[in-house]
């Protein structure tokens, strides 16, 4: 991903998690709560098998449908 998109892409993945603070389920593994944005990236990661970073720009946009499926789909 050119550096643009990689920056557009970021503050994106940092409102996801913005808008996912205090809607993630309690895990045994984070007794005071789960980071939100550390979530989203990683789940990016997971579901891209690559970092945001590393992403195609011609994916910018399925990234960016992804990141409203995570809004809708918090777990």
Not at 19 to 30: C, I, K, T, V
Not at 63 to 72: A, E, G, R, T
């Amino acid at each position: 991903m050119n550096k643009e998109n990689a920056s557009k892409l970021w503050k994106l993945i940092q409102a996801t998690g913005d808008e996912l603070l205090g809607r993630l389920p309690n895990h045994p593994n984070h007794p005071k709560g789960r980071n939100a944005y550390a979530h989203v990236a990683l789940e990016v990661k997971k579901h891209f098998q690559m970092t945001y970073k590393d992403i195609p720009d011609e994916s910018f946009d399925e990234v960016v449908k992804y990141l409203d499926f995570l809004k809708q789909n918090p777990n």
